[in-house]
């Protein structure tokens, strides 16, 4: 516990180890100062205009973060991941309890592990990555989601879904995100339209395992007795971070 904060907290460690930060960020040290939880972060996780507009976890670890300084928006999903984690622990202690297959599952969140991940990769401080998709041969350039990333997703899947409510453009528009360029093009709509009309099936499978592989985060797999030989994710939600939740 860090005595020296005008509240409780605890230094939680980034998978990233702020090697994607510019140095300039104060991300870039790979740590986060974080505040235990009181009643009053606990207010936040019942409020029903937050719930709605599905930023509730969002809100509840923006203030945990003691500094202040630190652009939430910039954070790379799977550092995001670690801070729920630590917010989980820090509010209700390491014991997750929770339901598989009708089955009650308890797990010590201190004993998740970080992904393996070859931090060679990660040069210069930049979140850009260069890929040769295997099929066709297509050069692409790439980045990693932030947060800021995911809730512009989020709203474009959501305005997609208005026109068409059968539509399902998850994978592709998170593609359309992450690809900065293709074969030297960073022109946004030659982007837009590889990933709709050229990019191989074949080619976004191999893509997407090879991302899994460098993605700095935590691994939120279990094996459960009886379940898949490959696991299965935690379930995360809002009853993740506040066990009494009813919603």
Do not use: C
């Amino acid at each position: 516990m860090n005595k020296q904060s005008k509240f409780p907290s605890e230094i939680v460690e980034l998978p990233s180890k702020g090697l994607l930060y510019s140095e300039e960020s104060p991300l870039s040290s790979g740590k986060i100062e974080m505040k235990y939880m009181t009643a009053k972060e606990e207010d936040i996780l019942t409020n029903q205009n937050y719930i709605e507009r599905g930023v509730v976890i969002d809100k509840l670890l923006q203030a945990l973060i003691i500094d202040k300084d630190i652009k939430y928006s910039d954070l790379l999903i799977g550092d995001k991941n670690a801070l729920l984690v630590a917010a989980r622990v820090l509010g209700y202690g390491k014991d997750y309890e929770f339901n598989w297959a009708g089955t009650k599952e308890i797990i010590d969140l201190t004993g998740l592990k970080e992904k393996e991940v070859d931090y060679s990769l990660f040069k210069d401080r930049k979140n850009e990555f260069e890929y040769t998709l295997p099929t066709s041969g297509d050069k692409i350039t790439y980045k990693l989601l932030t947060h800021a990333d995911e809730s512009n997703i989020a709203r474009e899947i959501t305005g997609l879904k208005k026109v068409n409510k059968e539509a399902s453009p998850e994978l592709s528009t998170r593609l359309k995100y992450m690809i900065i360029t293709v074969n030297d093009n960073g022109d946004t709509k030659t982007v837009r339209e590889f990933v709709d009309n050229q990019f191989l099936a074949r080619d976004s499978r191999e893509f997407r395992k090879h991302v899994e592989k460098i993605n700095p985060d935590v691994d939120l797999t279990f094996y459960p007795d009886g379940g898949p030989e490959e696991g299965v994710s935690i379930p995360i939600g809002v009853t993740f971070l506040w066990p009494d939740a009813t919603i």
